[in-house]
């Protein structure tokens, strides 16, 4: 998170906020907080803008996972040291029916888990983004405790990308309180419609020009040139994102990230 005195920026991951936080460092006098952290505190910032940003979910996945496959994140971590990660972060989040599972599982499923550190190993290979995909957004990614993700009822209705944006761009009580608990889309759409926080959400797309109108929207004086004289950081390496997807990994990203799909205008290709 970047605190102005006009605005607030939430940073969700994968989605340019290395970026954006380096472009609002150099421009605009305010702190950081520690990043992709939630907003626990929306009454003492309501009166300013805050923005975060989005990304095609299906770009989105394969980001994810080749930034994981050279090395980095903190799913990549969590998953190749799992069961004990799962039990550590259900434990961590209280939420306690998923601790259980976890330890159910940890108990009965010795040597059936999946390979993640093979699924890892080359983040140009469609054929393990495609597994990968597939147990993430599947049966096996309901059991992602990190983040509080499988001790949440909405854990069925969206996947792994829109709980992590829903989670940081809804007010953080009532996200807690009432949002990670629905069980149907419609009563996930009914909250996120009463409850988000953000004014403003860039697309990473056209990050730079989205941003730049944010900036000037609170007085900054910015340019284009200022902007793209930046370059990017923590960008991962793989080829373009819609040469890893088969029908069904396509059918998956569109049914679980199917809120973000619609409300930000997005198609696979």
């Known amino acids: 998170m970047f605190i102005t005195d006009r605005l607030v920026y939430l940073q969700m991951q994968k989605t340019g906020s290395t970026h954006v936080t380096k472009v609002l460092r150099k421009f605009c006098s305010g702190k950081a907080r520690a990043k992709h952290e939630q907003m626990t505190d929306y009454e003492n910032f309501r009166d300013r803008l805050i923005v975060s940003s989005v990304r095609n979910p299906w770009d989105w996945y394969v980001s994810l996972w080749a930034y994981g496959s050279g090395g980095e994140g903190g799913l990549q971590k969590y998953l190749l040291h799992q069961p004990w990660s799962e039990i550590r972060q259900a434990a961590r989040h209280r939420t306690y029916g998923a601790l259980a599972t976890s330890v159910l599982r940890l108990a009965t499923q010795a040597g059936r888990r999946p390979d993640w550190e093979s699924l890892y190993a080359d983040g140009r290979n469609e054929a393990n983004f495609r ?106 390496v793989h080829r373009k994102y819609n040469d890893y997807y088969d029908d069904e990994c396509y059918d998956l990203v569109a049914e679980r990230d199917r809120l973000i799909i619609e409300r930000y205008g997005y198609k696979a290709f």
């Open 131 to 236: 597994a990968w995909l597939k147990l993430v957004l599947g049966k096996e990614g309901r059991h992602i405790t990190k983040e509080g993700y499988a001790g949440s009822p909405v854990k069925s209705v969206i996947g792994f990308m829109t709980y992590r944006f829903l989670a940081l761009t809804t007010e953080y009580r009532a996200w807690n309180a009432e949002g990670r608990k629905a069980r149907s889309y419609a009563q996930l759409s009914d909250f996120v419609d009463r409850n988000t926080i953000t004014g403003r959400v860039m697309r990473m797309e056209s990050l730079n020009a989205d941003l730049l109108d944010v900036l000037q929207s609170v007085g900054e004086p910015v340019t284009m040139d200022d902007l793209n004289a930046l370059a990017p950081t923590n960008t991962s």
